[in-house]
């Protein structure tokens, strides 16, 4: 959220080891979303119904009384999932420092019909027709994964409705359950409570049995309280996700400061719990992205970093007409690390547009996607950017394209990452933006 010009993350935190386990809420605030300073821990486990830790919740802030209202999950002593309210202790403190639980805490149980352990992670409240406020609440009944909503007029009772937001059978348990409007055109991001002509909803839940998070864009109807998929095809949990690669819990929020909906997501390293206990940590938060609808489209989400990413460029570098022919390797000469360390360090923002002559003819049999890495010739390349490769190409991380014909006029193209090639021994961020034109020759 954003308070008084400053952005404030809460995250899911062991202060006692790098493994999950005694969960705090960690904050941390930043003025432009890149550069960040660690704040004392904002909710701890210490009532009976988080004492098993102060899961994940959402923000809302109050339009009238400017009240942050701070909505999270509660693990009980015998492990039931509850909803607990807090509060910013002093709202005119910019850092919001200290908190204030609820004495009415628990304000929700698990309804009938809901698993005491299958009942977590509030949205941040949108704002009804009905001057009342709701909440969407991620579930499952078997298989079923399932959206419940509350409407509350105070935050503190709530009146459970008799349907669900949305359900997809087969998907279970929906975690960090996220509904957020969309502009249909525009860039512009909308406050959580907005709908209206030219508005899209999109609801996004990540699936606790695959680890992915889905999401759909559909048309949100505030009197009946329903979200529907535009592509039934395409539902939640069975259609689009917002990153193919390891990306979970993410969450949005409406920054008003810069009238834009920012995307956060978390990461999981590839390395192994011996080795988290041994550095000290475990887990990044993504750099944030600003997420739009696609026009051109209509159900894809077009998400980029946010602009103030640019902020961390100190020198630029520019290369035009490269060709590269089949098999081949061009190396793009930016200086050595040692001549000009201050500023090739280890982060490199990279942009590459790819021309590409696509002959028609497909291999048969061809519908490699990502699995074979970068090393699996497909008719056409692949083809893309070898990042923090070492001059033998021995180490190499390919971020690259595979297009593949799969009919006569068809090409699908996968945008793909091969990360069997590199070693952990270097600590580096590099982000990669690839755009590729098909140019069709009969
Ligand atoms: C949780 O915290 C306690 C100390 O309060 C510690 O003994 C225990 O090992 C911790 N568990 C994990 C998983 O970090
Ligand atoms: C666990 O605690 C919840 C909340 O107080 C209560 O409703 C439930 O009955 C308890 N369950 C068991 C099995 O004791
Ligand atoms: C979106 O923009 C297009 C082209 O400018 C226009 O035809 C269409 O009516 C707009 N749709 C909405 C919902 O505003
Ligand atoms: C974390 O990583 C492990 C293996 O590296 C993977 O099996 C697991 O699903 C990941 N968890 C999440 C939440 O991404």
Not at 206 to 211: G, P
Not at 218 to 233: A, H, R, S
Not at 354 to 379: H, M, Q, T
């Amino acid at each position: 959220m954003y308070h008084k010009g400053w952005y404030h993350i809460f995250y899911q935190y062991n202060p006692y080891s790098a493994v999950w386990g005694n969960i705090t809420w960690g904050h941390a605030v930043s003025r432009d979303l890149i550069h960040w300073l660690i704040l004392p821990l904002a909710l701890i486990p210490d009532n009976w119904y988080d004492i098993n830790g102060v899961w994940t919740g959402s923000a809302t802030r109050h339009p009238e009384d400017g009240n942050i209202y701070m909505l999270y999950t509660g693990s009980t002593g015998n492990l039931t999932q509850v909803q607990n309210l807090a509060h910013p202790a002093d709202l005119a403190d910019p850092l919001l420092l200290r908190w204030v639980k609820s004495p009415a805490n628990p304000i929700l149980l698990p309804p009938p019909g809901i698993g005491p352990k299958d009942f977590r992670d509030p949205t941040t409240a949108w704002l009804g027709p009905d001057g009342l406020w709701r909440v969407a609440i991620g579930s499952r009944v078997e298989k079923l994964g399932l959206t419940l909503v509350y409407k509350t007029d105070d935050f503190v009772s709530y009146e459970l409705l008799d349907h669900y937001l949305h359900s997809v059978p087969g998907t279970g348990m929906w975690e960090c359950v996220d509904f957020y409007p969309v502009l249909v055109n525009g860039t512009k991001g909308l406050d959580t409570s907005a709908v209206g002509e030219g508005i899209k909803h999109v609801l996004k839940a990540s699936l606790d049995d695959t680890k992915l998070d889905h999401f759909a864009v559909g048309t949100y109807d505030p009197v009946k309280d329903l979200w529907t998929p535009d592509d039934p095809e395409s539902d939640v949990g069975i259609g689009l996700k917002y990153d193919y690669g390891r990306y979970y819990a993410s969450k949005t929020f409406y920054d008003e400061e810069k009238q834009r909906r920012i995307l956060w997501g978390w990461i999981n390293e590839t390395d192994t719990e011996f080795d988290d206990l041994k550095k000290g940590w475990a887990s990044l938060q993504t750099i944030p992205r600003t997420v739009v609808l696609d026009s051109k489209t209509g159900r894809d989400l077009l998400q980029w970093p946010v602009e103030e990413i640019e902020s961390l460029r100190l020198n630029f570098f520019c290369f035009d007409e490269v060709l590269v022919g089949p098999g081949s390797v061009v190396p793009l000469h930016i200086g050595s690390a040692t001549q000009n360390f201050a500023y090739i360090a280890l982060q490199l923002d990279i942009t590459a547009e790819f021309e590409v002559e696509l002959i028609s003819g497909k291999k048969p049999g061809e519908e490699n996607r990502c699995d074979g890495g970068a090393a699996e010739r497909s008719s056409l390349g692949p083809f893309g950017i070898l990042a923090l490769a070492d001059a033998s190409l021995s180490e190499l991380t390919p971020v690259f394209f595979r297009p593949v014909q799969t009919t006569l006029d068809t090409v699908t193209t996968y945008f793909c990452t091969d990360q069997t090639r590199f070693s952990n021994t270097h600590i580096s961020i590099v982000t990669v933006a690839l755009t590729m034109i098909l140019d069709t020759f009969d």
